[in-house]
């Protein structure tokens, strides 16, 4: 699949988030193709879970993003994810040690910084662990603990203990929500402390955070928004969030468009 048929279904999930419902006739309108490819993408995003094919187009099913498992949350914006770790990989310097929590967004920054040398990397995530442990630039310590089974991550007093042990140049981080009022936050409070401690023990933190994380506070608060150096996001439609957190201190970067 092509970059440019992949994003187009990124923005037909992000529709039906919004809306509950696309129709064919004006996703071909939108988009400048044949209704004939647009019924494509929504059979291709229907076989992946999606969505459900209705007359004249598709209906959503309100399957929120805290419900769905590892493997779907991957898919979900990945070429929105993708771009943004092209960006994110700018502020990673060979020779850095880099906390990272669990997050697949952070697994598409260890593709795009596989190319820097000597890298420490300390995680949670055995996903992400194991995405690092490709790379013989990377060093990689997976900090053990209490096991989250379905998202394959660990915390609790183990694992926030042994990360003492350690100081970063960067954390680089995934949340769930992004806000000037709400702060950082996550789904799941069992890895909120963890993070807070990998914030306090690095020099530099930057949030990489698609568009929907952004003006979002859920559950479990990790710090307040002013904790971010940087925020890496491809929100542009939310400039009353985004000069909120710059009045914080947060320095917000887009990746270029062509």
Do not use: W
């Not at 023990?201 to 994380?213: L, N, R, W």
Request: glycine share 6%; aromatic share 6%.
């Amino acid at each position: 699949m092509d970059y440019t048929t992949e994003l187009r279904r990124d923005q037909i999930i992000s529709k039906l988030h919004q809306n509950g419902r696309v129709r064919v006739a004006e996703l071909a309108l939108e988009h400048g193709i044949s209704e004939v490819t647009i019924r494509k993408d929504l059979e291709a995003l229907e076989a992946e879970g999606h969505l459900k094919r209705v007359h004249g187009g598709a209906i959503g099913l309100n399957k929120l993003y805290v419900n769905m498992d590892l493997s779907e949350r991957y898919k979900t914006n990945s070429s929105a994810k993708r771009e943004l770790a092209e960006l994110a990989a700018d502020f990673i310097d060979d020779n850095d040690t880099v906390f990272m929590n669990a997050g697949t967004t952070l697994t598409y920054v260890l593709r795009a910084i596989s190319g820097k040398q000597n890298i420490n990397i300390v995680t949670n995530s055995i996903q992400n662990a194991t995405e690092a442990a490709l790379y013989s630039s990377f060093n990689v310590i997976l900090l053990g603990g209490e096991l989250d089974s379905k998202y394959q991550f660990t915390h609790g007093t183990d694992a926030e203990n042994q990360l003492q042990n350690y100081r970063a140049d960067k954390c680089v981080l995934s949340v769930d929500g992004i806000s000037a009022t709400a702060g950082l936050t996550l789904y799941y409070s069992n890895e909120a402390p963890l993070v807070r401690k990998m914030i306090e023990g690095s020099y530099s933190t930057i949030v990489v955070a698609d568009s929907s994380k952004v003006g979002k506070g859920v559950f479990a608060k990790i710090a307040g928004a002013e904790k971010t150096n940087v925020l890496i996001t491809n929100s542009t439609d939310k400039e009353n969030e985004l000069l909120a957190l710059k009045k914080l201190g947060v320095k917000i970067f887009h990746p270029e468009k062509d």
